[in-house]
């Protein structure tokens, strides 16, 4: 989880893998401190995704936007007040290992198969 100070404001982003899609797509969130938690859009988006999210502090629209390529083990994303960059940074998906680990366990599976046939 990352935290930046945005407008005296203290906001944490971090991201988790989607079960929908069997956790190969990012799911992208923001928490204001002392308010709301804002997340990506949940369906299939691609190779990134946007977050849009507001301050009560004051009118400005934010936008965290991630950056490709963007996986379990590594994204990049910026975060822009009214268009302009303000803040960078990069996220581990909380859930990395649930995708690799079935991928081990389907691998051994077809490992074992074809050493059998």
């Not at 203290?10 to 079960?19: F, I, K, L, Q």
């Not at 938690?37 to 299939?44: E, G, H, T």
């Not at 994204?75 to 009214?82: A, T």
Request: aromatic share 16%; glycine share 8%.
């Amino acid at each position: 989880m990352n935290t930046h100070n945005i407008a005296g404001r203290e906001v944490h982003v971090w991201s988790r893998g989607v079960t929908k899609y069997l956790w190969t797509t990012v799911e992208y969130f923001v928490h204001v401190i002392d308010g709301e938690i804002f997340k990506s859009p949940d369906r299939l988006e691609g190779f990134g995704s946007i977050v849009k999210f507001k301050l009560d502090t004051n009118d400005c629209i934010y936008e965290l936007r991630t950056k490709k390529p963007v996986s379990l083990i590594y994204s990049r994303y910026v975060i822009l007040e009214n268009g302009v960059e303000i803040a960078r940074g990069t996220v581990t998906a909380n859930n990395w290992y649930i995708f690799y680990g079935a991928l081990i366990v389907a691998g051994s599976f077809l490992y074992a198969y074809a050493s059998i046939t």
